[in-house]
């Protein structure tokens, strides 16, 4: 079982910055794919970012394009954490952000693209950007 700790949300401004920390359980935190998701009032649950292991010490990341170039996934491995840096906010990002985790395994690199990839979520943090 795994369990992820979301933190890092608040109340912005717009065209300011946040950055997102999801703290995750688990002894093979570095062969799991993590993503952010993010859900508005009134919405369906939406993509944002993964990274994914794709075999050895690489890794390769995906964006929704509403955030390319605004959005920033890393991963510490060291710490079990997962990041998501984001610059330029608008208020059309305001939203719950859920941090999500799908198991991989060595010839396994399948990342997470839609709400149906991960097998494990975080309780949500919020994000206000005010405009």
């Known amino acids: 079982q795994v369990q992820l700790v979301e933190s890092g949300g608040g109340l912005v401004q717009a065209g300011g910055s946040l950055r997102l920390s999801c703290a995750a359980s688990g002894r093979t935190f570095s062969r799991y794919a993590m993503g952010w998701f993010r859900q508005a009032p009134g919405t369906e649950r939406d993509f944002v970012a993964a990274i994914s292991w794709s075999g050895g010490s690489t890794y390769y990341e995906n964006y929704a394009d509403s955030v390319k170039g605004r959005f920033t996934i890393s991963k510490d491995n060291a710490k079990n954490t997962v990041y998501l840096q984001m610059n330029s906010l608008k208020p059309e990002d305001t939203a719950v952000y859920y941090c999500?985790?799908?198991?991989?395994?060595?010839?396994?690199?399948?990342?997470?693209?839609?709400?149906?990839?991960?097998?494990?979520w975080g309780q949500g943090t919020q994000v206000t950007v005010s405009s």
């Open positions: 999500a985790a799908k198991v991989q395994y060595p010839g396994y690199y399948s990342g997470i693209y839609s709400t149906s990839d991960p097998n494990y």
